[in-house]
């Protein structure tokens, strides 16, 4: 069971420039979501779905578009890479959106660098 | 976005010693939960809290569910160098129109010296 799977692990891009950070889990979870990690900050919510065909911005979505055409895969797009917009990104799903008893489980992370 | 008040920032402590971090809150949360993050991983999850006063253990790890529902705390016992890592606690409200919705903490970054 592989779990959250998320690729790549490192990126460099230049300002400008557009790129897709790719998020895949296989357990069937209905609800995923994608975080930015910067240091001081915590972990922020930058796009979140509830199912397929269905997503939701969360705190800071200024910059990242999504899509959720399957259950399993949730991509999130940087349009025009911004330096602000180096960070640690984890992509999360829980089993269910609604339920109590549904922790988010995460990927190992996509570090990005913009200069 | 509503952040949790986590406490203490960073410890460093001697190997075999005991350590607690808390979490508070001034929402109500209906889960508390708590992950470790090692450095260039993502956080996993050590404990799931579910209910009011709810004590769970996993191995050397203990944590409690408020009773307020606005706080939590996260004990280690004995700890060992592999405890290293950066703690963080989540809570979790459900919204009628937008599901679970999580908020996290700051972290705990914690030193365990051999």
């Known amino acids: 069971n592989a779990g959250v799977t998320q690729t790549p692990k490192f990126q460099v891009l230049k300002t400008g420039q557009s790129m897709t950070l790719q998020c895949a889990q296989d357990m069937n979870h209905e609800y995923m979501s994608w975080y930015r990690q910067d240091p001081g900050m915590g972990l922020r919510l930058i796009h979140y779905s509830v199912g397929a065909g269905i997503t939701d911005q969360g705190e800071v979505p200024n910059g990242y578009n999504v899509s959720r055409s399957t259950t399993e895969d949730f991509p999130l797009r940087l349009l025009s890479a911004a330096p602000s917009q180096t960070s640690v990104y984890f992509c999360?799903?829980?089993?269910?959106?609604?339920?109590?008893?549904?922790?988010?489980?995460f990927g190992n992370g996509t570090r990005l660098t913009v200069t | 976005g509503q952040q949790l008040n986590q406490s203490p920032q960073s410890m460093f402590i001697q190997e075999g010693e005991d350590v607690s971090m808390n979490c508070t809150s001034s929402s109500i949360f209906n889960t508390w939960l708590w992950y470790k993050q090692d450095p260039g991983e993502g956080p996993v999850l050590l404990i799931a809290l579910y209910k009011a006063g709810e004590l769970t253990s996993n191995g050397r790890l203990t944590a409690q569910f408020g009773i307020t529902r606005k706080d939590s705390f996260l004990n280690i016992s004995a700890s060992i160098p592999s405890d290293v890592g950066i703690y963080f606690c989540a809570g979790r409200r459900i919204f009628s129109n937008t599901g679970n919705q999580f908020y996290f903490g700051t972290g705990t970054s914690l030193t365990v010296i051999p």
């Open positions: 999360a799903s829980s089993y269910r959106a609604r339920s109590y008893n549904s922790p988010l489980h």
